[in-house]
């Protein structure tokens, strides 16, 4: 009885690790009678075709899928220019959707959807896409779709969809956490959700204290960014080879000039790997300061990552009290700030 006990339970858990059947159906308006379209998972930012949906006499189509996760799927029109449809699917779904072709956007909407939450909120996400076809919508989108996550943050999609805000991933970082929060107990090891860990690693947001960094200058010399306290500090992250950090760096030379002498330092961190290159790009744009720093290793320089840093250029101010102030400040905003903290 004993040993039936165990073989049950080792049956129960190893089933809980096989691939659980989904079915997808549905039906296109929209599209030419008979007419194929690709499904594709969507794994490490490729996507594979599992199989071809046909549109019968009546344009409906059904498939089966097996997965043990849940998984991002894709269905598009054939082509270069073909129109997608994200359809993230749980093992053991039965979803329905009715989707509708616009030709003039080449793009898809889902009309309607049953079954399925995570497939309901990307028709939600992507209606609100396709209603701003104005300047005056395309500004509140942000907000719109902003409210949208936050109210569904416990589903899964909502994970896929903050990524919406990546290009602009330091004005959401609480966003962000908040989605991965709601999700990482039940989606512990879900690929959405160990990208939403990822990107939030090391983030440093105003109001904390900045992380210490300790790298060398082209000398060798040990420079400690903590070292700079009592000071206002703009920790710069940039690099010889990148284009809008050399067009920056007259701006922030001039801020050097007119505030050093009142208390302000430039704490430089390159993530170049050629080291000539490097030190070129100092002299040709006259970056006087002392505080230069690298480790020659490119995006993965422990100055970076401490910093959480993904793109350059990129800044973080901090206060004397080595406290954050903002980041990516650039340009007017950034002497506006100082301007203030100075006075202060």
Same mark, same amino acid.
Request: neutral net charge; proline residues 5%.
């Given at each position: 009885?004993?040993?039936?006990?165990?073989?049950?339970?080792?049956?129960?858990?190893?089933?809980?690790?096989?691939?659980?059947?989904?079915?997808?159906?549905?039906?296109?308006?929209?599209?030419?009678?008979?007419?194929?379209?690709?499904?594709?998972?969507?794994?490490?930012?490729?996507?594979?075709?599992?199989?071809?949906?046909?549109?019968?006499?009546?344009?409906?189509?059904?498939?089966?899928?097996?997965?043990?996760?849940?998984?991002?799927?894709?269905?598009?029109?054939?082509?270069?220019?073909?129109?997608?449809?994200?359809?993230?699917?749980?093992?053991?779904?039965?979803?329905?959707?009715?989707?509708?072709?616009i030709p003039?956007?080449?793009?898809?909407?889902?009309?309607?959807?049953?079954?399925?939450?995570?497939?309901?909120?990307?028709?939600?996400?992507?209606?609100?896409?396709?209603?701003?076809?104005?300047?005056?919508?395309?500004?509140?989108?942000?907000?719109?779709?902003?409210?949208?996550?936050?109210?569904?943050?416990?589903?899964?999609?909502?994970?896929?969809?903050?990524?919406?805000?990546?290009?602009?991933?330091?004005?959401?970082?609480?966003?962000?956490?908040?989605?991965?929060?709601?999700?990482?107990?039940?989606?512990?090891?879900?690929?959405f959700i160990?990208?939403?860990?990822?990107?939030?690693?090391?983030?440093?947001?105003?109001?904390?204290?900045?992380?210490?960094?300790?790298?060398?200058?082209?000398?060798?010399? &040990? $420079? %400690? +960014?903590?070292? !700079?306290?009592? /000071?206002?500090?703009?920790?710069?992250?940039?690099?010889?080879?990148?284009?809008p950090c050399?067009?920056?760096?007259?701006?922030?030379?001039?801020?050097?000039?007119?505030?050093?002498?009142?208390?302000?330092?430039?704490?430089?961190?390159?993530?170049?790997?050629?080291?000539?290159?490097?030190?070129?790009?100092?002299?040709?744009?006259?970056?006087?300061?002392?505080?230069?720093?690298?480790?020659?290793?490119?995006?993965?320089?422990?100055?970076?990552?401490?910093?959480?840093?993904?793109?350059?250029?990129?800044?973080?101010?901090?206060?004397?009290?080595?406290?954050?102030?903002?980041?990516?400040?650039?340009?007017?905003?950034? &002497? $506006? %700030? +100082?301007?203030? !903290?100075?006075? /202060?």
């Amino acid at each position: 009885m004993k040993r039936l006990f165990i073989i049950i339970l080792m049956t129960g858990i190893a089933g809980g690790l096989f691939a659980q059947k989904t079915t997808l159906s549905g039906t296109f308006t929209g599209l030419p009678q008979g007419a194929r379209l690709v499904l594709s998972e969507a794994s490490d930012n490729k996507l594979k075709p599992v199989d071809t949906v046909r549109l019968d006499g009546k344009n409906s189509f059904k498939v089966t899928l097996k997965h043990k996760e849940p998984t991002l799927y894709v269905l598009q029109t054939t082509g270069r220019d073909g129109a997608m449809c994200h359809l993230l699917l749980e093992p053991k779904d039965k979803v329905t959707v009715n989707i509708a072709y616009i030709p003039e956007r080449r793009a898809f909407c889902i009309v309607s959807c049953k079954g399925s939450r995570n497939v309901e909120l990307y028709r939600q996400f992507n209606d609100y896409l396709l209603a701003a076809n104005s300047q005056e919508l395309q500004a509140q989108l942000p907000d719109r779709i902003e409210h949208l996550l936050m109210a569904n943050k416990h589903i899964l999609m909502s994970a896929f969809l903050v990524t919406f805000f990546e290009s602009n991933f330091d004005s959401y970082v609480p966003l962000y956490m908040e989605v991965r929060d709601a999700l990482v107990k039940d989606y512990p090891e879900h690929p959405f959700i160990k990208h939403l860990n990822e990107r939030l690693s090391g983030v440093v947001l105003p109001g904390m204290d900045a992380p210490d960094i300790v790298m060398t200058d082209p000398e060798g010399v &040990e $420079r %400690k +960014l903590s070292d !700079l306290r009592g /000071q206002i500090v703009l920790v710069d992250f940039w690099a010889s080879w990148c284009g809008p950090c050399r067009r920056e760096n007259p701006n922030v030379v001039r801020l050097y000039e007119r505030f050093h002498d009142q208390g302000f330092e430039i704490y430089s961190v390159s993530l170049d790997k050629d080291r000539e290159a490097w030190l070129k790009a100092i002299r040709d744009d006259r970056l006087s300061w002392p505080n230069h720093v690298s480790d020659l290793n490119g995006w993965t320089s422990s100055g970076g990552k401490t910093y959480g840093i993904r793109s350059v250029p990129s800044t973080v101010l901090v206060d004397r009290e080595g406290k954050v102030v903002a980041r990516n400040l650039r340009g007017s905003d950034l &002497e $506006r %700030k +100082l301007e203030q !903290l100075l006075e /202060q």
